[in-house]
T-cell receptor, first 112, second 114 residues
Framework: KQEVTQIPAALSVPEGENLVLNCSFTDSAIYNLQWFRQDPGKGLTSLLLIQSSQREQTSGRLNASLDKSSGRSTLYIAASQPGDSATYLCAVERSNTGKLIFGQGTTLQVKP | NAGVTQTPKFRVLKTGQSMTLLCAQD?????MYWYRQDPGMGLRLIHYSVGEGTTAKGEVPDGYNVSRLKKQNFLLGLESAAPSQTSVYFC?????????????FGEGSRLTVL
């Protein structure tokens, strides 16, 4: 059974700091891995999607990496801003089944 | 472009009552999903559909039924609501095109069962 873990559960950093969020998964037979952002009381917004054949994806100040063999992904946020404060979730899809399994998220607070 | 729309956004039910949540997407996506989100439990997949007329069970399907009679709509039904079904429900959809599975979410439906 695929299990997805995100550590830490919460993180507080000063504005301008570069930071890394971690995601680990137990079954390396994944189709893709996605990172999402969720603001309080809102739905999830897709940030980055990495196909199983890819090693990383970049969008603006965000960079996500994928290491299937070790069952890990990281989300790197450069020059963090207060507007980055949100909960970040990763999810993996197993072998093109359409089923995504989510981690419990990391709640990020960026202090001005 | 509305994306994924869920109705209703809020609902309060008494134990034993029934209701249906409607999810509509206008992106011509093949795959649609219903998740529930609970504190400390994260997002858990209830049911999903890989195309019109198909449905499949997720991690926590008990107490729920779904239907996908039209490609753009995915309905989640509670036949006899229980307090344990108090949660925030999210619908999502994805296509199988260039981005191969990017998931788009609705804003959520907050359900309270008394």
């Amino acid at each position: 059974k695929q299990e997805v873990t995100q550590i830490p559960a919460a993180l507080s950093v000063p504005e301008g700091e570069n930071l890394v969020l971690n995601c680990s998964f137990t079954d390396s037979a994944i189709y893709n891995l996605q990172w999402f952002r969720q603001d309080p009381g809102k739905g999830l917004t897709s940030l980055l999607l990495i196909q199983s054949s890819q090693r990383e994806q970049t969008s603006g100040r965000l960079n996500a990496s994928l290491d299937k063999s070790s069952g890990r992904s990281t989300l790197y946020i450069a020059a963090s801003q207060p507007g980055d404060s949100a909960t970040y979730l990763c999810a993996v899809e197993r072998s093109n089944t359409g089923k995504l399994i989510f981690g419990q998220g990391t709640t990020l607070q960026v202090k001005p | 472009n509305a994306g994924v729309t869920q109705t209703p956004k809020f609902r309060v039910l008494k134990t034993g009552q029934s209701m249906t949540l409607l999810c509509a997407q206008d992106m011509n996506h093949e795959y649609m999903y219903w998740y529930r989100q609970d504190p400390g439990m994260g997002l858990r997949l209830i049911h999903y559909s890989v195309g019109e007329g198909t449905t499949a069970k997720g991690e926590v399907p008990d107490g729920y039924n779904v239907s996908r009679l039209k490609k753009q709509n995915f309905l989640l039904g509670l036949e006899s609501a229980a307090p344990s079904q108090t949660s925030v429900y999210f619908c999502a959809s994805s296509g199988r095109g260039r981005k191969n599975g990017e998931l788009f979410f609705g804003e959520g439906s907050r359900l309270t069962v008394l």
